[in-house]
């Protein structure tokens, strides 16, 4: 029954389809590593299995051949009793004649039964053959089936990293697209005008803040003319503008 099982495994995982069961998996990879772990144990089993099927068929065709030279032998013995009965009686001799005689009998028989023995273990022997050649051949296909899986997992790793590499690229390129207000490039170079706005902002307040120091200046030279003026009046004299002669 255990090796029924085992032969039954062979069966179904050469026949399964490895596309449709990645299909229906929710993570290939981990199906991919699940049924290389299954395909290597299953070959493993079916190895021992069909190398005890082996055993059993050489034991099975040792055993034929052993029949097969025995019927000869006996034949050959059955042969030689004849001819010398044959001699004695010949000769006269009939009590030894006849003993040589029921020898030939009984090696008769006996190749009469490693005849049927040769014939009996002749269909066994040819079924077994059948099966341990397709056993060999399922095995081959396991084998098969593991490289392809290997060879699946490999190129589905693969992908997976060219996906990844290709998704990296593409937001780093999309990070300094100089066009896209929301990327990198795009908030520093809002940065930095809102520092040069800022720059300029401070520019014209320092600025503002000069000319009112004029103006202040102007106002004190008003207020100094005025001054020497109200001076001049106090002394009697007559104040000079700055229009006069």
Do not use: C
Request: hydrophobic fraction near 40%; avoid cysteine; glycine fraction near 6%.
């Amino acid at each position: 029954m255990a090796k029924q099982s085992i032969f039954g495994r062979i069966s179904t995982l050469v026949k399964a389809n490895i596309n449709a069961l990645l299909d229906q998996a929710e993570d290939p990879e981990k199906m991919l590593d699940q049924l290389v772990r299954d395909y290597t144990n299953n070959i493993a089993d079916a190895e021992a299995a069909i190398a005890e099927t082996i055993g059993n068929l050489r034991l099975l065709e040792r055993d034929h051949a052993e029949d097969k030279q025995a019927a000869v032998e006996w034949g050959n013995k059955a042969l030689a009793a004849s001819r010398k009965a044959d001699e004695l009686r010949t000769s006269g001799d009939t009590v030894d004649a006849d003993k040589f005689d029921a020898l030939a009998k009984v090696a008769l028989q006996r190749q009469i039964t490693a005849e049927n023995e040769v014939k009996a273990t002749a269909p066994q022997l040819e079924s077994q053959s059948e099966v341990v050649e397709k056993l060999k051949a399922g095995l081959n296909g396991m084998k098969v089936k593991l490289e392809q899986l290997r060879g699946k997992r490999a190129e589905l790793l693969a992908r997976q990293k060219t996906a990844e590499a290709q998704t990296k690229v593409h937001d780093a390129v999309k990070s300094i697209d100089v066009l896209d207000p929301t990327s990198d490039l795009g908030r520093f170079e809002e940065k930095v005008r809102r520092v040069e706005a800022q720059a300029t902002g401070r520019a014209e307040l320092a600025a503002s803040s000069l000319d009112a120091q004029f103006e202040s200046l102007d106002d004190l030279g008003e207020l100094t003319e005025v001054e020497a003026r109200l001076a001049q009046l106090k002394s009697g004299g007559t104040p000079q503008g700055q229009l006069g002669s």
